[in-house]
């Protein structure tokens, strides 16, 4: 049963992810706005979930680990900052690595609080 809630939340996650990026690139934008966005979310999501406590376990594969975990991307992170780098923009990756580990980490604990 787990995986297939697991299965069930990432069907939700991963095409929301999908058109953040897109739509972050509207217009020439950088489609990494959308990658920090849905991180931010996810991980406030996920703070949240857990701040809550006695969450039951299908509650967490679903939500968790099916939606959180293909709506959040580190490896797209990952792949926007080498970009940048290839593109010679280093000062704009680091920012955005910072600026993605600080939002994303400060989103978690902001929903674990406000959820205690």
């Not at 679903?62 to 975990?69: A, D």
């Not at 797209?76 to 000062?91: F, H, K, N, P, W």
Request: glycine share 14%; proline share 4%.
């Amino acid at each position: 049963m787990t995986p297939l809630l697991v299965v069930a939340g990432a069907v939700a996650g991963a095409p929301l992810r999908l058109l953040a990026t897109r739509l972050a690139a509207r217009g020439g934008r950088d489609p990494a706005l959308g990658t920090l966005a849905v991180n931010v979310a996810g991980s406030a999501l996920l703070g949240v979930l857990l701040g809550l406590g006695d969450v039951p376990a299908p509650v967490l594969a679903l939500v968790g680990t099916g939606f959180c975990g293909t709506l959040t991307t580190f490896s797209g992170s990952g792949l926007d900052v080498v970009r940048m780098v290839e593109e010679r923009a280093v000062v704009r990756a680091a920012a955005y690595l910072a600026a993605t580990l600080v939002l994303a980490l400060g989103a978690a604990a902001a929903g674990w609080l406000l959820a205690r």
